[in-house]
């Protein structure tokens, strides 16, 4: 959907940060329920860009972000740094870091928890074309690992090279669903 459309709202409801003013929503087969840590500890969000203390490492950022979420073994904290392809710049502060690194870091604090869920706003938002082919395939590894991955984006362009559905929003309802071929041909 366009800017304005209610993307970021919908992703802000799905990862528990707000709470619906009306309707329902199902989170893993069964109602939401306000601060329902268990499921929300299921899904893994970065949502608009990504915040870490500048002064503290790369490494630092995710073992303090690791101590406040789902319970998560000291040893995660590397794992997920080698997926994300950071170990070499762990150790150095997280305000050095670019816009890239920055946004790896995130999706490493995104994958502390182990998640079958990722809730992804504008990922791809500040990076270079390097960045993001390496998103792209980053996205591809996760999915192929079963987990469902959900992208917000107002580029269609940029969706169609990753995505397998795709859910239009405008004025914060839904206007169409189906995969990339149904939306672009009218099927």
Sequence with gaps: ??????????????????SPDAGTMTLFGQPYTKNDR???????SLIETPA?????TGRDNLIVIAATGAPTPRSRVEEVLDIVELRGA?????????MGMRQRLGLAATL??????????????GLDPQGI??????????????RTV??????????????????VIHR????????????????
């Design 133 to 146: 082919r390496w998103l792209r395939d980053f996205l591809r590894s996760i999915a192929a690992e079963g």
């Design 112 to 125: 502390l928890g182990d998640p079958q869920v990722l809730v992804l706003d504008e990922p791809a938002n």
């Design 38 to 44: 268990t499921r929300l500890y299921r899904v893994g």
């Design 172 to 187: 914060g309802r839904m206007v169409r669903q189906g995969t990339m071929s149904e939306l672009t041909t009218g099927g």
């Design 1 to 18: 959907g366009p800017n304005g459309s209610g993307k970021t709202t919908t992703l802000r409801l799905l990862a528990g940060l707000i």
């Design 90 to 98: 762990a150790g150095r502060r997280a305000g050095k870091y670019s």
């Design 150 to 167: 959900l992208v917000s984006s107002h580029v269609l362009a940029e969706v169609a090279q990753t995505v397998d559905d795709v859910v």
């Design 52 to 56: 870490f203390y500048p002064y503290m």
